[in-house]
């Protein structure tokens, strides 16, 4: 099993910065992506961007990539937030994949966090 865990969330104004990490452990040998996916209230998971641990690679989603990054650490995966709107308000889930090729969909991901609640107010 595999355990993700997610932090950082919080409120934040309009035009702010917000860093959120996860950590993944347990048997973490076989990952080889990790992503962010949000989810705003009455909508559905939408994907925000993923990193190959092989490579540092990462894609970012058109609607965040001037904005966002994904940094990582060793074992920490970053999703760093500049210029936060409003419309970025949504609670924010770390995945993992150790199978599968679905890079851009949940359904591609075996593990879940609990999610971190991110509220940008205007």
């Known amino acids: 099993q595999v355990q993700v865990v997610e932090s950082g969330g919080g409120l934040v104004q309009a035009g702010g910065s917000l860093r959120l990490s996860c950590v993944a452990s347990g048997r973490t040998f076989s990952t080889y992506r990790m992503a962010w996916f949000r989810q705003a209230p009455g909508k559905e998971r939408a994907f925000v961007g993923n990193?190959?641990?092989?490579?540092?690679s990462t894609v970012i989603a058109d609607s965040v990539k001037d904005r966002f990054t994904i940094p990582r650490d060793k074992a920490k995966m970053y999703l760093q937030m500049n210029s936060l709107k409003p419309e970025d308000t949504a609670v924010y889930y770390c995945?993992?994949?150790?199978?599968?090729?679905?890079?851009?969909?949940?359904?591609?991901?075996?593990?879940w966090g609990q999610g971190t609640l991110v509220t940008v107010s205007s």
């Open positions: 995945a993992v994949a150790q199978y599968g090729t679905s890079r851009l969909h949940p359904e591609g991901y075996q593990y």
């Open positions: 990193i190959e641990l092989s490579s540092d």
